[in-house]
């Protein structure tokens, strides 16, 4: 569409969110961590 989308008719993105999925994460947890950056002289960097 030549890069446009037609206009919304309802509220939201468009997304369907699969709650039993996020249930079943949930209960397996992660082992997810922020990174930690450092410049090259050692010292920490943020985002």
């Known amino acids: 569409m030549d ?3 037609a206009r919304l008719e309802a509220p939201g993105l468009g997304i369907d969110v699969d709650e039993e999925a996020v249930r079943r994460a949930d209960r397996t947890g992660h082992a997810w961590r922020n990174p930690v950056w ?3 002289d050692g010292s920490f ?3």
């Open 38 to 40: 450092r410049q090259d």
């Open 45 to 47: 960097a943020e985002w």
């Open 3 to 5: 890069g446009h989308i």
